[in-house]
């Protein structure tokens, strides 16, 4: 918020609507100023917004006349929104490097066990032999989807919010798309031209792809743990010392961060569901929808960025027990099943292609 505040002073300043000397003092106070979270959220409680004692608290440590420039223009859903954006955007980066890194392990895993024969198991009953590759190959092919959703999404997401008051920039008296470049080009966000105040649909879509995200986590967590149930046994966890262990049955080894992925996938579809909730706001300004949504985005990202660490850790040291597998397929296959054929293999090439060819 404080960055905001700095180049908004600054944009203003070039546009000639507060003095040079005022922007500069402002740019010196938020680049150096100190808050209180604990006082600033229980006087964001009274205010109704997190903008009007942080705004209080920034002026206290502006010298002279500069504080009657500070937030010049501008509205509280302004510094939130545009805050949030500049938060969500270095998250952003972080996800999409935890989905390079369970996408990375997962076409290892294709590749590498491209010849390792399996039984597929469909409706929780074994069905017909497939190549493990081919299973790791279903499980890249979701990461190679999300990585392109999510990067989009993000990046229409994580724009600036300058619209004042109501919205139309009023208070730059005819400069105010100047302004909003300038502020979007100091901060690094790009400027979509168009107030979003009432309309929330890119957190909104930013929102539901993160769920996603734990979702495809989840999915290669439930595959992982049933894999390692002690009766199947064809893959485990990598081990370490006190990890998945159990407080009273030392015998046991317990698939601890498969466990983490799958927490996060239940729990992240609600979370999207608040912020698909929140769509209809009256009018300009909403009343109660976009006041949640940083909070629950955050929530989503730290939900998605757990499962990908603790999925991409999985995949990278799985133990694949191949002797089982091979057990378990003549123990359980039909008779006359057939091995999967080429058409398994290209599916594999296809995920491998697919991996690279949408790289970042």
Known sequence: MARFEGALAAACAKAGLIPAAHAQAIQRACAEARFDP??????????GTLAIPFLEALRRQVPGDAASSVHFGATSQDVIDSAASLCL????????????ELGDAAASLAKRHADTPTIARTLLQPALPVPFGWKAAVWLSFMARSRVSFGRAAREACVLQLGGPAGTLSGYGGK?????????????LPNPGLTWHSARDGFARLGAETAILAGAAAKIARDVSLL????????AEPARPGRGGSSSMPHKRNPALCMLALEAGQRAPGLAATLLAGLSPEHERGLGQWQGQWLTLRALFMAASSALSAMGEVLEGLEVNAGAMQANLARLAPPASVPAD???????????????????
């Open 228 to 235: 390692m149930q002690a009766e199947v046994a064809e893959a």
């Open 176 to 188: 105010g798309a100047e302004v909003a470049t300038a502020v979007a080009t100091e901060l690094g």
């Open 89 to 100: 955007k270095a998250g952003a980066e972080r996800l999409e490097a935890l989905i390079g």
């Open 342 to 360: 080429d058409a398994a293999k290209a599916m594999i090439e296809r995920a491998l292609a697919m991996w690279r060819e949408k790289a970042p």
């Open 38 to 47: 604990a006082e600033l959220a229980l006087a964001a409680r009274e205010a």
